[in-house]
């Protein structure tokens, strides 16, 4: 007994170790890898460099012409001014705040789980017309809110919700997008043999999905988090909503910036810290993604 | 009696299967029903109506296929304008694609500093979106005042000037830039893709790996026997995304898609409801078929682990 397991685990260990001598890559080549993802990553993060040097930016070096990139005398008047401006504002920044995070919240957990229901039953489940269901849902991303735009306001007033949080968050719970993309990964993700092998030890439908798919479609639903967060943090809310104490957090920057390039400073202040929050999100989702594979049942 | 409620309440294992999964995917096909279906029907039927804006409302009159008629043979600008953007279009997605599945593969490989890495990646989507992007477009980035060219400038001036200040001369400068500004819409267009096909390179499971390194196949061998099938339903999503991403990307009047920047204009601005609508369902009916020819030639190569 204790031999063969100490066999086994020389075993797995040696499976372990024998791939990855086999391929590691030379150095050279990492190295170019490495130099290319550089190159890119420069592209990419140039513009948000920018807008972190321009909320420092005092206000003689905004109005520079041509704009030089770096800042020579980096200053918080920005901030301070932002500051100034929100607490001028009629309605206080924590209530925007508030807004802004309680529909993103509710409306990204919603549209995960009724995603991912819809997406589980596509992708696993043989009932009449599930083929045409997915037509569907493919051809429905092709719309974009230009085209429903209209005709949604007149339903959202008619069912008396303009002016209410449903009105921002009921709309994107009917996209499509979303159960594509969940039902992608379901598909390969999971073994059709794993749920009949739930269902044999008496799991309920209901059970596997919370049980079975979901930890294991971890990675692709985060993935949708930080798409749905984004979408949900992006709303200004200004379709739907009048009321000036039910408006979203963007609804400040907009505010800010219609004042013209006086405020480019505060502007960019207000974009800096509306940036903070889907970049988090980002990180941290980003990080439990690599948990969830390291843990999962599949590796 | 109690036979026939049996029949009616009693269900084979098969049949209580398929009601879960309608239960399952109800509440989406609720949602989808109230707020995308009727929504559409709506303003396909605006489409072949003169809709004018009137006290506390609105006021239609059926015109028939007026608008379409006038969009196709009358409007000066709008097929010129659906025919750049194909073009475009046609040439962005498969690199576009390609790249984001280039990036997303090295950056599924084991390094330090791999989670910066794809934040940085994954930065043009947190910022490119929303009001942020407008604001950058609008007000930080015209200090020259000219408005033409918004996007450029904003992707190039920081570049350029961090040149000019390095010592560069202007001739290097002028060509590094304009060869950059390429690589800058590109890489800019795959932050999801990107993420999409890393979270997809996620699901496979490790065991396959091991297994054909077991059997001796070098990484090449590995990527186009393992990799490219098993990612395969990613990269049908992830072309879907890019054509319906490139086809209708959002931009302020000078920037982005000319067909979406006319089909807002009219519908928001000049309040012409029945002809944005039209235009609309054209353009729409344009993606449509392109769509269609990416499921024919490359639908049946997809590999689905399911039966």
Known sequence: ?299 | MKARLGKWFKFSLEDRRSWAGYVFILPWILGFLAFFARPLVQSFLFSIQDVKMADGGFTASFVGFDNYNYMLFKDPTFVRSLYTTAVDVLYEVPIITMFSLFIAVILNQKFRGRTFMRAVFFLPVIIASGVVIVLLKGQVFSNSFSTASNVYLFKMTGLQDLLREAGVSNGIVNYFTSTVNRIFSLTWKSGVQILLFLAGLQTISSSLYEASKMEGASGWDTFWKITLPMISPMIMLNIVYTLIDTFTEYGTENTGNTVMNAIYRTGFIDLLFGYSAAMAWIYFALIGAALALVYFIIGRKIFYAVD
Not at chain 1, 74 to 102: C, E, G, H, K
Not at chain 1, 277 to 291: A, Y
């Open chain 1, 1 to 299: 007994m204790e031999t063969s397991r100490a066999l086994r685990s020389t075993l797995s260990l040696k499976l372990r170790l024998l791939p990855r001598k086999k391929l590691s890559r030379s150095r050279k080549e990492n190295a170019v890898i490495f130099l290319f993802l550089a190159i890119c990553s420069v592209f990419m993060a140039l513009p948000l460099v920018y807008t972190i040097v321009t909320a420092f930016k005092p206000i003689n070096e905004l109005f520079l012409f041509p704009p030089r990139f770096f800042v020579s005398h980096p200053t918080l008047d920005n901030f301070i001014a932002m500051n100034q401006l929100t607490q001028n504002m009629w309605v206080p920044f924590s209530r925007y705040l508030f807004n802004s995070v309680f529909v993103a919240g509710v409306g990204t957990a919603f549209y995960i789980v009724i995603a991912s229901m819809a997406a589980f039953a596509l992708a696993k489940y043989k009932f009449p017309g599930h083929a045409l269901y997915f037509q569907i849902i493919v051809w429905a991303i092709l719309f974009r809110p230009e085209v429903t735009g209209i005709p949604q306001y007149i339903i959202i007033s008619k069912l008396g919700m303009v002016n209410t949080y449903f009105a921002v968050i009921l709309p994107v719970l009917a996209g499509s997008f979303g159960v594509f993309l969940m039902r992608q990964f379901i598909i390969n993700a999971i073994p059709t043999e794993m749920i009949e092998a739930a269902r044999m030890d008496g799991a309920t439908e209901y059970r596997i999905f919370w049980a079975v798919v979901m930890p294991i479609v971890k990675p692709a639903w985060l993935t949708l988090l930080i798409f749905t967060f984004q979408q949900f943090w992006n709303t200004t809310g200004v379709q739907y909503i009048y009321n000036e104490n039910l408006k979203m957090l963007p609804t400040i920057l907009q505010q800010i910036s219609s004042a013209g390039l006086a405020r480019a400073g505060a502007g960019s202040a207000v974009a800096l810290v509306l940036m903070i929050p889907p970049i988090v999100i980002f990180l941290i989702s980003q990080s439990s993604v690599m948990q969830t594979m390291a843990h999962s049942g599949l590796k």
